[in-house]
């Protein structure tokens, strides 16, 4: 079983929509990342956690929501979906075992209509 | 705002050429990490280096942070196909909170 786990791996939904992606490790990590990537855009933060009753805005955080239910679980929310929140959507972890390195889900290909 | 910048943005050269990938900022970081991705998949760490002029091999891959810890540098030596893929650096800094900052991408395509 993979580290980081996300589901759905693909979804495609309509503009309004509340969508959940899920995301699971079992890195035993304390923080974790919700990141979107965009072509020629790069990886930017969305929300990120650095314990279960620690949540934080990144740099692109409007229209999305997070919530931290365990340890090993960090769920991002689209409240209403838009076609511009069509992206790569990526999970991560890392602790100080690792200096910090990341270790990412495979990611979630969302796409509004 | 803490940037890093990744060149080139696109790379296409033939298989058993080297090449250099680098990664600028103003800023100075803690470490400096290194992912590659494919793609459909998440990037996958390939180094992180730390110490101001560190110099860290991964078989034909070499690692350089800079002396200032500003900058750093990907070389690939003898560029198998396999080797195609995103590469991305990405900056630690500790009185930020611990969270990466990623350069753009280094887009490389190693033809046979």
């Known amino acids: 079983d993979a580290d980081v786990t996300q589901t759905p791996r693909n979804r495609i939904t309509k503009t309004g929509k509340r969508i959940m992606l899920e995301c699971s490790q079992t890195k035993g990590h304390d923080r974790m990342y919700w990141y979107r990537q965009d072509p020629g855009l790069g990886l930017r933060l969305i929300y990120y956690s650095f314990d279960v009753k620690d949540i934080n805005k990144g740099e692109i955080s409007d229209g999305y929501s997070v919530s931290r239910q365990a340890q090993a679980k960090f769920s991002l929310s689209l409240e209403s979906a838009i076609p511009n929140q069509t992206a790569l959507y990526f999970c991560?972890?890392?602790?100080?075992?690792?200096?910090?390195?990341?270790?990412f889900g495979s990611g979630t290909r969302l796409t509004v209509v | 705002t803490q940037l890093l910048e990744q060149s080139p943005q696109f790379l296409s050269i033939q298989e058993g050429e080297n090449l250099t990938v680098y990664c600028n900022s103003s800023?100075?970081?803690?470490?400096l990490q290194w992912y590659r991705q494919e793609p459909g998949e998440g990037p996958v760490l390939l180094v992180t280096v730390v110490t101001g002029g560190e110099v860290k091999k991964l078989k034909r891959l070499t690692f350089q942070f800079g002396d200032a810890r500003k900058d750093s540098s990907l070389h690939i030596t003898a560029a198998q196909p396999g080797d195609t893929g995103l590469y991305l650096c990405?900056?630690?800094?500790?009185?930020?909170?611990?969270?990466?900052?990623f350069g753009q991408g280094t887009e490389l395509s190693v033809k046979p």
């Open positions: 991560a972890t890392s602790d100080f075992r690792r200096a910090y390195g990341y270790t």
């Open positions: 990405a900056g630690l800094d500790y009185n930020q909170g611990g969270k990466l900052i």
């Open positions: 800023s100075v970081f803690s470490s």
